[in-house]
C-alpha cells in the first residue's frame, strides 16, 4: 500500500549515512522511485514505523514526495528490530552493516534500560557476544569511536580524502586495556598505514603493538606502586617519570612476562630509592627478621635496635632470631631495647642471652583503665617491662638514665596497628638510651611509632616487616603523609 510520507516515522537501528542518502537521492531525481523496493512498515495504533528503508524515506523526504509504496507487517513491536536487522541482511541494503551500527544498536538499547541478556534476545545474539561490543563502548571513547568510524568502509567521503579501513570488534577488542592516547594513536597509525617510523603497519603489526604496550602498562603501574610505597617528594616525582619513560625499551619489557618487575627494572627502582634514603636518613624495607641480610641492613652499622616484638608463646623462638640479628647489625657496645609482656620473661631472656649481654630491665607504667589481663594468671598489667642487652661492653661515657617512667593515662595507640605503642613511651626509650645522630632499628615495623619518633628527635632510622602492607602504611606516616 502507498502511505503518506508525513505518517511515516523513522525506527533507527543505525546511524543514517548522510553520504548514502545523498546517493539515493541522485538516483531518484536521475530515474525515478523504485516501486518494486517498498519500505518495510510496523504499524502500532495509527502510527507507521519504518522498519527497513530508512535512507530512502530520508531522501524522499528532502525530495517531497508525498507518499511511498509500503509493505506493512503484521508482528508485535518487540520483534521488530530483530526483523529489521534480519530484512538488511537478506536484503543485501546498499550499507551493509558494519561494527559501528551493532554498536549503535546495543548503546541504543542499553540506553533505555535493557540488559545484555535482554539486548542479545531483541537482536538475536548471545549475552557474551553483546558482553564484547558493551566492553568497547565502556572502554573505548566516543572521540575515538568517532574517528574509526568516519574511516570505516562504506562510511568514508566520496572524494577519497579519508582512507576507508575496516574495523571490527575483534580488532578494537585487542586495544581495550589500553590508555585513551594510546588507542588513539594506534587507531590513527593503522589508518594511515604506517608506524612513528614511517614503516609498513597493518592489522598484525596493530595487535602485536597492543599486546606490548599491555605488558608495559602493567609494568609501569607495578613499578610505580612500588616506588609509591617507599619514596616521597621531588625523588617520587623523578622515579616515576623514569619508569614512564623506560620501561617501554626492550631490555625492560624482553625480561617482563606478564608484566612482572625483572632485575633491570627493580635495578632502577633501586637506584631511586637509595637516592631517597640518602637524603632522608630512613629506610624501610619488608622481610622476615629470620631473612634479613647484609643486602638490608650492614654489619655493625646500629647503634641501637629499638622494638616490640609479638609477645605470645608462639612467637618465643622469634626472639633467638632477633638475638642473632641484634649480635650481626649492632655495633660494639650497642644496645638491643626491647618492650615484651611479663608471661614468658624468662624464655625471651634465655635466648636473648645466647648473643647478646644482659644489661638491664627499663620499667614502664601505663596507667589507666586500658591495662591487658592477664587471664591464666589472674592479672590486670599496669607495666611493661623493656629488657636492655647490649653488644659487649656499653660505652663508659653513656649517659646514667632513669630505669623507669609513666605514660599519660590510658595513652595506648592501637590505630596504626593492632600491637602498637604510643609516640610517647618509644620517645622515652628513643631519648634514654640513643643520642643525636645515632641509627636506630626496628626490625618489628608494625604501626611505625619508633620510626615517626627518631624522625622527630633526628635519629637516623632503619625499619622492617614481614608484611608489605604495613611497611606502606607505616613509611606514610613516618613522613607525615
Known sequence: MNIKTKNLNHYLTRPISENLVELLKTDIEKNGYYDLSPLIVGKKDDEYVVLCGNHRL?????????????????????????????????????????????????ETLRDEGS?????????????????????????????ILNFARAHQIGRAPEDGANAPFNFTEGLLRSILPLTTGQQMSMV????????????????????????????YNTLVDNGIADVESRIFGDILEKATKAIIDKFIKPEYLNESKK????????????????????????????????????????????????????????YIETFNDLGMLAERVLKPGGSLVCLVGQSYIPAYIEHLSKHLDYYWVIGVFMPGGQSV??????????????LWFTKGKRSESSAWISDAFQTKTNNNDKKHHHWGQSEQLMS?????????????????????????????LNRKFIGSDISQEIVTKALKRIHGK
Do not use: M
Open 259 to 314: 608484566g612482572e618487575l625483572g632485575e633491570k627494572a627493580l635495578q632502577l627502582i633501586q637506584a631511586f630509592v637509595d637516592e631517597y634514603e640518602k637524603t632522608q636518613n630512613i629506610k624501610i624495607f619488608t622481610q622476615d627478621i629470620a631473612n634479613i641480610t647484609e643486602k638490608e641492613v650492614e654489619n655493625e652499622s646500629v647503634d641501637v635496635i629499638i622494638t616490640d616484638p609479638p609477645y605470645p608463646k608462639e
Open 188 to 215: 590513527q597509525r593503522l589508518i594511515k598505514g604506517k608506524d612513528k617510523k614511517g614503516h609498513k603497519y597493518n592489522k598484525s603489526d596493530f595487535k602485536k603493538e597492543a599486546a606490548q604496550l599491555k605488558k
Open 58 to 106: 530520508k531522501a524522499a523526504n528532502a525530495l517531497n514526495l508525498k507518499e511511498l509504496p509500503c509493505t506493512v507487517i503484521d508482528a508485535d513491536e518487540d520483534k521488530w528490530l530483530k526483523l529489521a536487522i534480519r530484512d538488511n541482511e537478506i536484503n543485501k541494503t546498499l550499507k551493509q552493516d558494519d561494527l559501528f551500527d551493532w554498536l549503535f544498536r546495543i
Open 373 to 386: 589481663q592477664i587471664w591464666n594468671k589472674k592479672v590486670n598489667a599496669f607495666w611493661k617491662p623493656a
Open 115 to 143: 540488559t545484555q541478556a535482554e539486548i542479545g534476545k531483541r537482536i538475536g545474539w548471545s549475552r557474551e557476544a553483546v558482553r564484547d561490543y558493551t566492553a568497547i563502548l565502556d572502554k573505548i571513547g566516543a572521540t
Open 428 to 456: 622515652e626509650l628513643v631519648e634514654r638510651v640513643t643520642i643525636v645522630g645515632d641509627t636506630v632499628f626496628d626490625p618489628f615495623l608494625g604501626g611505625g611509632t619508633t620510626g615517626v619518633v627518631c624522625n622527630n
